[in-house]
Structures are given as structure tokens and as C-alpha cells.
């Protein structure tokens, strides 16, 4: 069955970096575009940036743009998202998620304050 497992969050000050990754199993990852969302309390879960399979085109929302990467390795079934100068309102949970498959992984939380 599909597994994703993120990992990688964290406390972190304003202005810090942190790498989020997902390990991915039970499906053909190399031909399948990749996503992450997050959720911070009280709000709905959102799109962050997603990364397609062929091509390795992203897309980002604006609030990151500039400050967030994403990519892949598809030698190793793990998509990553790359967060730089973050700012208190990035606090969330982390998810990854398969869009065509419509699965999540459990999350991991990020917390950025001082």
C-alpha cells in the first residue's frame, strides 16, 4: 500500500532553514507528480508547491515563493521541500501528499519562533 513518511521539522528561530522530506513507497514515484501542503491551527490545509514527475516542473504558492524549494530524487522515492527564511506564519504541520492517489502522509510540524 502507498506509505509516506515525512521527517525533518522542527523548532526553528525567524530567518532559520529547515529540510522537509518524504519517503515514498508503494507506487511507481518516478511517474507520479508530488505535493506538499500544510496545515496551521484553526486553518484549512493548503497548497505549498508541488513538483510533476517528467521535467521536474514546480509550482509554489505565493507566500513562499522566493523562500521554498522543492525537488526530488527519484532514486531514492523521496520528494524534499527546501525552506528557507522562515517567517512565524509558516508554522504548520507539513504534509506530502500523492495528488492522483489522493494520500497523505501522517505530517510533521514545523515551528518557527523565537
Known amino acids: 500500500q502507498v506509505q509516506l513518511v515525512e521527517s525533518g521539522g522542527g523548532l526553528v528561530q525567524p530567518g532559520g532553514s529547515l529540510r522537509l522530506s518524504c519517503a515514498a513507497s508503494?507506487?511507481?514515484?518516478?511517474?507520479?507528480?508530488m505535493s506538499w501542503y500544510r496545515q496551521a491551527p484553526g486553518k484549512e490545509r493548503a497548497l505549498v508547491a508541488s513538483?510533476?514527475?517528467?521535467?521536474?516542473?514546480?509550482n509554489y504558492a505565493d507566500s513562499v515563493k522566493g523562500r521554498f524549494t522543492i525537488s526530488r530524487d527519484n532514486a531514492k522515492n523521496t520528494v524534499y521541500l527546501q525552506m528557507n527564511s522562515l517567517k512565524p506564519e509558516d508554522t504548520a504541520v507539513y504534509y506530502c501528499?500523492?495528488?492522483?492517489?489522493?494520500?497523505w502522509g501522517q505530517g510533521t510540524q514545523v515551528t518557527v519562533s523565537s
Open positions: 501528499k500523492v495528488p492522483i492517489l489522493g494520500s
Open positions: 513538483i510533476t514527475s517528467v521535467g521536474g516542473i514546480t
Open positions: 508503494g507506487f511507481t514515484f518516478s511517474s507520479t507528480r
